[in-house]
């Protein structure tokens, strides 16, 4: 099959890398020529494990290339996807669909034969409706369908969420664009993985539930971590005696310092307006978006108590800066409320992270950075822990006590055990588990 992936952001890179390793021809169509220009010298702009190796592969093999010319790439293909940004839209909060819409007009102009255009953005329910409407428009005899098959990649294991997924969904009442689906998708299928074929607006609605349904789980178990620290008992194992009941399921209960990153936060608040507006509100979504943009700010009041009540003049060394392990993704990361929330409260801050400095060099400001974990905390009157890097997880334990001037250790992770520190002499804060 030839595909066209408009978008070469995150989810339409991994797509299109994918989609090639699985033997398709993929044209990767990107406005940024410079991006594109990257590209096709190997060099992938996000990190993502196992990526370049993959890219390269399938770019070596003919089967992935990458241009700021749509005209072939739409022209010759069966799928055309829509990989576009649809960020929050400022005041509102809605998906803004402005790329989405550009990229239909595009694929009007362009298309040529039978195409399947396919939003892989994930957009509110009725938005496939609107594609065709533009389509339909700008081309009156076009010869197409437009379907929805939303993503369910995280960052850090996309490649492994593309190709050994849960299940794939697909949204059309057309026969023919099931079929072009179903030989796309054909190598999951001898691994048996369930595809789910119904209706376009069941599905972009399928990728909102998936997504606050998740921000939901979280959301409870950080609220129980908080009940856990109130009565003394601990959250981790409440989340394994829960978790072990086949109904709830042990996965995305581990308490933190409240979800960020891309997804959960826009997807979120866009499930609520459209909730709200379709007169059907989703309160404890609600309710959601509320607590956990709380906890969040809460989070250095954590610290500041951790820390004896005042951190004026003292020196904090913050490991962890991305939204999660895996990742350079700073975006709603926890560590933008924290840091810059113990700055103001007087403390000096040294932070490092193994991916996320360059980016949150853009965000935030007043803190220094360092070139690896130990030098973070070199001097230090405490350790934060903010994102769980599996580097974090074994750092030598002797080598930070003789480092850190005081013992305190605010680990918003749980990624050690409470007995354990408690035994090399930290004063060790952790989240729901009793010191
Ligand atoms: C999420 C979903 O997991 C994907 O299925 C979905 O495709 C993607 O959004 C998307 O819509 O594109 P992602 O944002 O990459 O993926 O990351 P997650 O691993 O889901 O983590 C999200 C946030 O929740 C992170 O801040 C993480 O630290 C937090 N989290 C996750 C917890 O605090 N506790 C958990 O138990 C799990």
Known sequence: MRVAMIGTGYVGLVSGACFADFGHVVTCVDKDASKIERLKKGEIPIYEPGLDDLVAQNVNAGRLNFTTEAKDAIAEADAVFIAVGTPSRRGDGHADLSYVYAAAEEIAQLMDGFTVVVTKSTVPVGTGDEVEAIISKAKPNADFAVVSNPEFLREGAAIKDFKIPDRVVVGTDS???????????????LNETPILFTSRRTSELIKYAANAFL????TFINEMADLCEAVGANVQEVSRGIGLDGRIGRKFLNAGPGYGGSCFPKDTLALTRTANEAGSPVRIVDTVVEVNAARKKAMAAKVIKAMGGDVKGKTIGVLGLAFKPNTDDMRDAPSLDIVPALIEAGAKVVAYDPEGMHEAQKLMSGLDYAEDAYGAIEGADAMVIITEWDQFRALDLDRVKTLLKSDVVV??????APEDMAKRGFEYTSVGRPT
């Open 215 to 218: 921000a939901v789980k979280i």
């Open 175 to 189: 026969e023919r664009a099931r079929e072009v689906m179903r030989e796309l998708y054909r190598p999951l299928f």
């Open 411 to 416: 680990d918003l992770r749980n990624i050690y």
